[in-house]
């Protein structure tokens, strides 16, 4: 299993410690075992959630440095986190980050809650809808939160200096026209290319 999730990794250009395949590989265990429960992911093969979830979720870390976003001690809030993706794959890899969850479902809360003690990370939940939050982030973060015509205005109300919305192949050009978003392309190693929409507020 460690040597799959390094491997992977590494293929992809992110080089993770020892440590950080050990959390990989403890993240993924109670994933699969919440999952028999709770519908976490509908994604089955250790493959599949390593590469889909895990690694995607990095795509951001080279759109922060294409970006030149300087992530070092600020907070990021992850909006509609569901399992964690990406917010917990980004403290894993970059660590000296302030991490927030946004997600309003209970049982899925309860999951992160629990993964945070397994993976002896610190992040706060904040287990309700993000039009409710009334508290500002500097990096605000979502991956498969809903449409993104109906997604921005509340990604945007939530963050201080960047907002960053994964997009997967869809990219359409009155996003960037008319509501004035940038676009990383993401090419990494195992993963089909995907956009990455990004806006800088101040
Ligand atoms: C399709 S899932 C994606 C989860 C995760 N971001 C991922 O990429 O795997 C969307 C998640 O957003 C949450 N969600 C949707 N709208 C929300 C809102 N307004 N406030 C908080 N969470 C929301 C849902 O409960 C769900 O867990």
């Not at 080089?15 to 994604?43: C, I």
Request: aromatic letters at 12%; glycine letters at 6%; a neutral charge.
């Amino acid at each position: 299993m460690s040597e799959l999730i390094g491997s992977i990794f590494s293929e992809a250009g992110f080089k993770l410690s020892p440590e950080d395949v050990e959390k990989f590989g403890v993240y993924l265990v109670e994933l699969k075992k919440w999952n028999r429960v709770h519908n976490l992911t509908s994604l089955k093969r250790d493959e599949d959630i390593i590469r889909k979830h895990f690694l995607d979720s990095l795509s951001l870390v080279n759109c922060f440095r294409e970006v030149n976003v300087d992530w070092k001690g600020k907070s990021i809030a992850d909006v509609g986190s569901g399992a964690g993706f990406p917010g917990v794959p980004l403290k894993i890899y970059l660590k000296d980050v302030n991490l927030f969850l946004i997600e309003s479902v209970s049982k899925k809360c309860s999951f992160l809650e629990y993964l945070k003690v397994r993976l002896e990370l610190d992040w706060t939940v904040l287990c309700q809808r993000a039009e409710e939050v009334d508290t500002k982030f500097d990096i605000v973060v979502s991956r498969a939160m809903g449409e993104f015509e109906e997604v921005y205005r509340i990604l945007e109300r939530l963050a201080r200096d960047y907002v960053f919305v994964m997009k997967g192949k869809e990219l359409k050009s009155e996003w960037i026209q008319e509501l004035k978003y940038n676009a990383c392309k993401a090419e990494i190693k195992g993963l089909p290319p995907s956009y990455i929409l990004w806006k800088k507020l101040n």
